[in-house]
């Protein structure tokens, strides 16, 4: 995946706009893993969103290394990063592919030291298989991989805006044509075919959730495991920021056939309020994603 490592993607903007994860997420990571925290690795870090959240959130780990396929989200990082020096002083990030773990130096790539692996957000855009063989390679007996992600965002108090949200994302005359695929495909079935298999893992954990069911109560109480819940109070101007975040909006603004065009997410405002017009663009309204996560301990 490209886009993410052009020079000129906004991943200052992509820091600032995209959702972060919950305190209780963190909490069901932090009693699934098992035994030393020496190392972490959180691969496709992007500008640190998980990363820096992890110094935090979970019980400390000795060293937290993020890497990502691009410089721009890296840059980004290192700047977040430098404004807290003390609190992230284990912290550092590192360019690289998701399937290599070079940048551990030669005495421990491929040494199985690693004891937890995490890929958020990012999963659907990598080789899955190959960088399931990385994970293998590195992580040590029993150390956890936990991949998650969300999309497909849904304002539960709106039902009116659910067209919207098919129509601004995947329409043909909107942003749809501009997905890098598979990439995208996968993410919208929640990687329901990547899977992590049980030759190389163990207690493996998964769990879907479905933010439509936020508006069927009885819906939502059948969920017995313990999902990921991603919600956010945010202003229809600041969805408009987190839809500039897309791939697929960045593609779409390159295009020269869209230069005399309404700003898509504009044009989402503005679509939004002719629904709802007692709404403003800076109310504030909830807004709950559809999300996935997936653990496993290495064999
Ligand atoms: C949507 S961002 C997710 C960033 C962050 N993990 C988060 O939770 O917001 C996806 C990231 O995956 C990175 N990425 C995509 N393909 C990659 C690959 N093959 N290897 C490493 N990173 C990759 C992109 O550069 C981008 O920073």
């Known amino acids: 995946m490209s886009t993410f490592s052009a020079s000129d993607f906004n991943s200052k903007r992509y820091s600032s706009s995209r959702p972060s994860y919950p305190s209780e997420f963190y909490k069901i990571i932090d009693e699934y893993h098992k035994g030393e925290r020496n190392l972490l690795v959180d691969v496709g870090c992007g500008p640190g969103t998980a990363t820096l959240q992890m110094v935090k959130e979970l019980k400390p ?10 410089a721009t989200m890296i840059k980004t990082a290192e700047i977040i990063k430098n404004g807290s020096p003390d609190t992230y002083k284990n912290v550092s990030f590192r360019v690289s592919p998701s399937d290599n773990f070079e940048f551990l130096g030669s005495g421990l790539v491929d040494k199985q030291k690693v004891d937890m692996i995490t890929a958020v957000e990012c999963a659907h855009w990598f080789d899955f298989d190959k960088f399931l063989q990385s994970v293998y390679a590195n ?6 991989i936990a991949i998650w992600g969300y999309a497909d965002p849904v304002f539960p108090e ?9 129509e601004v994302p995947y329409g043909k005359d909107a942003l749809g044509p501009y997905w890098e695929q598979p990439g995208r495909a996968r993410l919208r079935t929640m990687l329901k075919n990547s899977n992590l298999d049980p030759v190389r893992f163990h207690d493996i954990q998964v769990s879907y959730f479905n ?10 109480h059948q969920n017995t495991e313990k999902p990921l819940f991603i919600r956010k109070q945010i202003t229809l101007v600041e969805f ?4 500039r975040t897309w791939s697929a909006y960045h593609q779409w603004k390159q295009d020269p056939k869209n230069r005399d065009k309404k700003d898509i997410a504009d044009w989402f405002i503005e679509e939004s309020l002719r629904r709802r017009p007692e709404l403003t663009a800076n109310t504030k309204v ?8 997936k653990f496993g301990r290495r064999t």
């Open 240 to 243: 408009a920021e987190y839809i």
């Open 286 to 293: 909830e807004v709950v994603w559809n999300t996935f996560y």
């Open 158 to 166: 709106y039902p009116e805006f659910d067209e919207l949200m098919i």
């Open 61 to 70: 780990f000795d060293q937290i290394i993020g890497s990502d396929l691009s």
């Open 139 to 144: 992580l040590r007996k029993d150390g956890t």
């Open 211 to 220: 933010a439509k069911d936020v508006r069927n109560k009885e819906r939502l």
